[in-house]
C-alpha cells in the first residue's frame, strides 16, 4: 500500500522560507510523475510544481516562480519544495501527490489533478504579516 508522508509545514512570516518534505512508502518516487499541489481555503486545488522523471526538471505555476524550488533526492526516496519569499497568498494546505502516467512538462500547471492517483495528507502552511 502506497503511502505518502509530508512534512515541513507551518507557520512564518511574509517573506520567510519553508521546506516541505514528502516520503512516500511503497513507491519509488523516480518511476512517477511527482508534483506539489496546495489547497487555500474556499478555493480549489491547484498545482504549485512538477519535476520530471530523467533529468529532475521543475515546471511551476506562475505564482511560484522564482520563489519555489522543487527536487528530490533519490537515495532517500523524498521529494522536497524549497518555499522562498513567501507570500500571504502561499497560505494553504500544500499536498505531495504521485501519478504512475502522469505528465510534467511546459503546459503545467494545467495538467489535472486526477493524473495523480496517490496523495499525501497535507501539510499546512501559514504565512502572517
Known amino acids: 500500500q502506497v503511502q505518502m508522508v509530508e512534512s515541513g509545514g507551518g507557520l512564518v512570516q511574509a517573506g520567510g522560507s519553508l521546506r516541505l518534505s514528502c516520503t512516500p512508502s511503497?513507491?519509488?518516487?523516480?518511476?512517477?510523475?511527482m508534483a506539489w499541489f496546495r489547497q487555500a481555503s474556499g478555493k480549489e486545488r491547484e498545482g504549485v510544481a512538477c519535476?520530471?522523471?530523467?533529468?529532475?526538471?521543475?515546471f511551476y505555476a506562475d505564482s511560484v516562480q522564482g520563489r519555489f524550488t522543487i527536487s528530490r533526492d533519490k537515495e532517500k526516496n523524498t521529494l522536497y519544495l524549497q518555499m522562498n519569499s513567501l507570500k500571504l497568498e502561499d497560505t494553504a494546505i500544500y499536498y505531495c501527490?504521485?501519478?504512475?502516467?502522469?505528465?510534467?512538462?511546459?503546459?503545467?500547471?494545467?495538467?489535472?489533478?486526477?493524473?495523480?492517483?496517490?496523495w499525501g495528507q497535507g501539510t499546512q502552511v501559514t504565512v502572517s504579516s
Open positions: 501527490a504521485a501519478g504512475e502516467w502522469a505528465r510534467c512538462g511546459t503546459d503545467w500547471p494545467s495538467r489535472p489533478p486526477t493524473e495523480y492517483e496517490h
Open positions: 519535476i520530471t522523471r530523467g533529468y529532475g526538471t521543475g
Open positions: 511503497g513507491l519509488n518516487l523516480d518511476d512517477y510523475g
